[in-house]
């Protein structure tokens, strides 16, 4: 984790796997980054029924979006995981796969089940803001 974000972890709420807030000093840089999807480079959604594929592919194209701002997994400060399911067993799914590819850092999230994506056939999308130190 970026050495100047906190993440606060609740000792009065229910022990989660994510921390509660998270804590951006001033003078840093935000970046919102769009959501994330399960798009090639073609732009085409791929592994049309599998949340667990789908979720890995958000977490690369995040990275991959996170890289070009000079950026990485470990600046992200907030998430939130849209999965078109009506089953919590899907957003659990897709919520396991990206909070192993968050590792450790166990960034502040919310995970919503919606009825539609922007995309034909999408199932899961990834959005983030992330902070760095002002170059």
Request: glycine share 6%; aromatic share 6%.
């Amino acid at each position: 984790m970026n050495n100047k974000i906190s993440f606060i972890h609740s000792t009065n709420l229910a022990q989660v796997d994510y921390a509660y807030a998270s804590r951006v000093p001033s003078g840093m840089e935000l970046l919102f980054l769009a959501g994330a999807c399960p798009l090639n480079r073609d732009g085409e959604v791929l592994n049309l029924s599998d949340y667990k594929l789908q979720a890995k592919l958000c977490v690369e194209n995040l990275k991959e979006a996170l890289k070009e701002c000079g950026a990485s997994l470990n600046d992200v400060v907030y998430t939130r995981v849209l999965v078109a399911s009506q089953n919590q067993s899907d957003l659990v799914t897709a919520w396991e796969t990206i909070r192993n590819e968050f590792g450790d850092h166990d960034v502040p999230s919310t995970l919503s089940g919606v009825t539609v994506l922007g995309y034909a056939n999408q199932l899961v999308e990834i959005e983030a803001v992330a902070a760095l130190e002002k170059r």
